[in-house]
């Protein structure tokens, strides 16, 4: 699972990752979660191939991953069959730090992401996928380069993504930052977010977050995006798509003129949205606009752009 590329590395800290079940077949599961007292993971420095990797829960005690090493997946999108590589599934009590670097090598794929090539673009991995994971922190982590969005929180309680720093080359399309959906109780506090797509972007069913001191661009923005597309989103018991989210000293530059863009769905409209000292500019001659649908932002302090300055679209649209 972990090939060893570059630097010298002690083996005891290495074995610590062949303990739990690392084995160079590319697609064994790590074993930490079978131990039943608390553990760390611990991924020393240096620099690895990593073909791909699922920690999947329940598990008998909190777990901790000490990412210290450069991590990088295969370079040929073709590798991929699915769209995970790193993934954290169904994990409570888990946390992730360290000063580690996961790298999506996506110069490959940048060039043949296109509108027109679905599914090669529905096989790219995200670089980190957290599915059902509760009560979670994520701390002082680099994505590069991934080859599709890099950090993807999916159907998540109680998750704080702190100190994140995510990068990648200004034209990689579809490389939103973070993005999330189905969650509750998010946090992604003082991070600095350069890639070619959103910066953050949010799904429906996301409720009781907050976003604050981030630094973002020259992506597209933050945006709120494409709720009331699709028959299944959640919540539907209280048709409410998208409430309590918290918007607070972002700051940056957009390559596009929508610096801000929260379009939600005519039934269902975002709740209680607060925007609160947000500077994005656009990066181009004309001057960053806020596009709005169906919601009514709460906001504060100095705003630019002007929240929903921009032309309402007239039905909702994707944020990819």
């Not at 005690?61 to 954290?88: C, H, L, M, Y």
């Not at 599915?131 to 309680?157: E, G, M, R």
């Not at 720093?165 to 399309?173: G, M, Y």
């Not at 656009?282 to 929240?307: D, F, M, R, W, Y």
């Amino acid at each position: 699972m972990l090939a060893r590329l570059a630097s010298k590395v002690q083996s005891d800290a290495f074995d610590v990752v062949a303990k739990f079940g690392a084995k160079a077949d590319g697609k064994t599961d790590l074993k930490a979660c079978a131990s039943v007292t608390p553990s760390t993971v611990v991924i020393p420095k240096g620099t690895y191939l990593l073909s791909k990797v699922n920690l999947e829960g329940p598990c008998k005690a909190p777990i901790e991953i000490n990412v210290q090493g450069t991590i990088q997946a295969p370079a040929d999108p073709s590798a991929f069959k699915d769209p995970n590589w790193v993934r954290f599934y169904s994990v409570e009590n888990f946390k992730m730090f360290g000063r580690g670097i996961f790298d999506g090598q996506g110069s490959i794929a940048y060039e043949k992401n296109t509108c027109e090539n679905r599914e090669f673009r529905s096989k790219l991995p995200v670089n980190i996928r957290f599915d059902f994971v509760t009560n979670a922190l994520i701390q002082d982590i680099t994505s590069k380069d991934s080859k599709l969005f890099h950090i993807n929180v999916f159907a998540c309680k109680n998750i704080t993504l702190e100190r994140l720093k995510i990068e990648a080359p200004d034209e990689s399309p579809n490389t939103d930052g973070i993005h999330m959906g189905k969650s509750e109780g998010v946090n992604i506090i003082a991070s600095d977010i350069k890639t070619g797509d959103d910066c953050i972007s949010i799904g429906d069913g996301t409720k009781n977050m907050v976003i604050k001191e981030i630094t973002c661009g020259p992506g597209h923005g933050i945006s709120i995006g494409s709720l009331g597309k699709f028959q299944n989103e959640e919540p539907e018991e209280s048709k409410v798509k998208l409430s309590n989210i918290s918007f607070k000293n972002i700051r940056g530059t957009s390559a596009l003129p929508e610096a801000i863009k929260f379009i939600c769905s005519g039934s269902s409209p975002c709740q209680n949205v607060e925007l609160a000292d947000i500077d994005i500019k656009h990066n181009g001659a004309e001057p960053a606009t806020s596009q709005c649908l169906n919601v009514k932002p709460i906001t504060s302090g100095k705003l630019n752009p002007i929240p929903c300055s921009g032309p309402v679209p007239k039905t909702p649209s994707a944020t990819a």
